[in-house]
């Protein structure tokens, strides 16, 4: 990561990836406002190979549609800032890179909104898992970095919870 990352993210970043190497699961992410943060923490970790297939870096409606496979009536519909499009994201993360976790993130980080009027900190971050998917919405203050800050921390403790939740034989855990 670069020399002003933020050691916490990579910390998380680890974590996700000890969790997904102990059970033979693979990682990709499709990334908007992060525009590649959470795969820079991830790929800090040493060893992040062994999980981690890479990313998608979708800024434009259109990468969306071409590279994720998001419908674009969906987008027209919801808006790229969406619960439903943050899914999309993260499922056709999954099939698009033949991964059993598919980790997305979209949203507004400013100085400025976006053309619907949505408001500056508007986050989404999705995770899809075989099992399940789970959209989280966020609102966030502060400047541009710290919101893609944020955004990625949040979108790797999803996982990491979510991961935890699905993994063959959650249930017997609980």
Known sequence: MSENADEGLVAVAGALLNLLAQHGWRLGTAESLTGGMVGEAITAVPGASVSYMGGVISYTDREKTALLGVPAELLEKCGAISVEVAEAMAQGCRERLNVQVG??????????????????????????????????????????????????????????RLVTATLPGAEEMT
Request: glycine share 10%; net charge positive.
């Open 103 to 160: 980790l997305a993130t979209t949203g507004v980080a400013g100085p400025t909104s976006d053309g619907r009027g949505t408001p500056v900190g508007t986050v989404f971050v999705a995770c899809a898992t075989p099992r399940a998917c789970t959209v989280e919405r966020l609102l966030l203050d502060g400047d541009r970095l710290h919101i893609r800050v944020e955004s990625t921390r949040a979108a790797l403790r999803l996982a990491i």
